[in-house]
């Protein structure tokens, strides 16, 4: 097993404060999103445990919240892409 934890404080304005994840391989195991929106980073935890990073990534990477140039999602997609 390649495990592997990363925190992560995004950069920009956004609602999260820090990304944990935890990774086996290229497989994520558990994201735990800090801040902002409950809800909402429960349900995007749960949907990306057990994906591919890269998949993650390509689904992630440049999504914007309102006017901003970045979002929490997006901010995953960063932090993933430290771990490659």
Avoid: F, W
């Avoid at 390509?58 to 430290?82: F, H, N, W």
């Amino acid at each position: 097993m390649n495990t592997n934890q990363l925190t992560y404080i995004p950069d920009g304005k956004v609602c999260s404060k820090k990304i944990i994840i935890d990774t086996d391989g290229n497989k994520i195991t558990q994201i735990e999103i800090v801040g902002g929106c409950h809800g909402n980073s429960q349900g995007i935890s749960r949907l990306m445990e057990g994906m591919d990073i890269h998949d993650v990534i390509d689904r992630l990477e440049g999504v914007k919240c309102g006017g901003k140039q970045t979002s929490c999602p997006d901010q995953i997609a960063k932090a993933l892409k430290t771990l490659l």
